[in-house]
Structure formats: C-alpha cells, structure tokens
C-alpha cells in the first residue's frame, strides 16, 4: 500500500502551521504599535471562529456563545453550564 499521498497532506498540514506561526511572530515584532497588529489579525480570527460554528451547525451541535475577542486572549478557563 503506497503512503504517499497520505504524508504528503500531512507534511503540507505541518508546514503551513509552521509558516503560519514564523510570520504571526515577525508581524507582531515588525510592526510598531500593537493596534496595528490586531487590526491586521481581526479578519482572520473572525473567519477562523465562523468555521467553527459552521462546523457546529453542520453536526448538530449546540454553540452556546461565541467569543470573537476575549479581553483575556490565551487563557485556559472552563465554561459555566
């Protein structure tokens, strides 16, 4: 059975995360002030969230809020239920 395909994709999936981090960390060093940064960021974290609750309505489950910009980004916290 030939693999190929399979680490091909996988590989791919690697390093476009790994791109995708190096130029998140250059633009956030390179640009001067820290608005323009989450300004240039803002469209795709809204995309990004969107996908999610796409994927939410396409299997059935209940989103019980969504959070776009959480005052306290990175933060692990639990969800009251």
């Excluded at 091909?8 to 190096?22: E, F, N, Q």
């Excluded at 990004?48 to 059935?60: K, S």
């Amino acid at each position: 059975m030939d693999y190929t395909g399979f680490f091909i994709i996988i590989a791919t999936g690697i390093a476009v995360i790994l791109l995708s981090k190096v130029l998140d960390l250059l633009w956030a060093q390179a640009l001067p002030v820290r608005f323009l940064y989450y300004i240039l960021r803002a469209p795709g974290v809204v995309v990004h969230e969107c996908a999610h609750m796409l994927g939410c309505l396409l299997t059935g489950a209940k989103i019980r809020r969504v959070v776009f910009f959480p005052l306290k980004a990175g933060l692990s916290r639990t969800i009251p239920r």
